[in-house]
């Protein structure tokens, strides 16, 4: 796996956004996964930047979302289809009938995952698939555990990953959906490029035991050690606990 430490978050999710350019440069109908939470804000603000500057084109792009929280309308400001709205769709050019995210007030879930997962694979399957990690190792909402789901899933959520909802409503964790639904392990790990962005100190401890702990169902960011094509884009803080050889790569 490739590593690179950036300075300071904003270079990381700089750094993190120009991939993503070149990407589509060389790939123009690519299918692209996208994550969600405070991390992905400043990635999203440089990719914005880099369309304003006319260095991106989203228009032959498609898009599928990681994950959305179960019971809450796509209008709904907890939404991370309106997060989506408020920090990309509403700002470049791309095709709405190409961004796709699980409808959180499907209320089937049988069918809407089987849904999600029918027109992913009709997409042709990620391409570039860009991820967060939560403070416990998630990533998308595969939450830890003694076995993971390979494929699109209904999911209840750990009391942690409501936690680190809660800015999405108002800072009540209470008010965050206790469910979700997120990709499976498989399906994101299917994807041809799986880049993970991490930043800040309080991501120290879980990005050292992703990229360099054991292999574990326990930490489900650990499963990319096993990616032929992940990259690692981090600030210094959330590099602080690597070991030094990796954390030299500080730039
Ligand atoms: C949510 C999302 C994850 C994301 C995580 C990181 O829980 N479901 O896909 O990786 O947030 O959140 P943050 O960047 O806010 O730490």
Do not use: C
């Not at 999710?13 to 991939?19: E, Q």
């Not at 409808?103 to 991820?131: F, K, N, P």
């Amino acid at each position: 796996m490739r590593v690179e430490v950036l300075q300071t978050a904003g270079r990381a999710a700089a750094s993190a956004a120009r991939l993503v350019a070149r990407a589509l440069e060389r790939e123009p109908s690519l299918v692209l996964g996208l994550p969600t939470g405070r991390t992905a804000i400043p990635f999203y603000e440089a990719l914005v930047a880099l369309y304003r500057r006319g260095v991106v084109d989203f228009r032959r792009a498609t898009t599928f979302n990681l994950d959305e929280l179960a019971g809450v309308k796509d209008d709904d400001p907890r939404s991370y289809h309106a997060y989506m709205r408020r920090h990309l769709f509403d700002h470049v050019n791309l095709n709405p009938r190409r961004t796709h995210l699980p409808d959180g007030a499907a209320g089937d879930w049988t069918r809407e995952v089987a849904r999600y997962e029918r027109h992913l694979s009709e997409a042709g399957g990620l391409g570039l698939a860009v991820i967060g990690i939560g403070r416990n190792g998630h990533i998308g909402f595969n939450e830890p555990s003694a076995r993971l789901e390979a494929r699109t899933h209904y999911v209840k959520l750990q009391p942690a990953s409501r936690r680190a909802n809660a800015y999405l409503a108002r800072g009540d964790w209470r008010e965050v959906p206790t469910h979700a639904v997120s990709m499976g392990i498989g399906t994101i790990l299917q994807a041809r490029t799986v880049v993970l962005l991490a930043t800040g100190a309080s991501k120290a401890s879980i990005v050292a035991r992703a990229l360099e702990g054991p292999i574990t169902t326990r930490v489900p960011a650990s499963l990319i050690q096993a990616h032929p094509a992940a990259i690692a884009i981090l600030d210094r803080e959330a590099a602080g606990r690597l070991s030094a050889a990796r954390r030299r790569g500080a730039t």
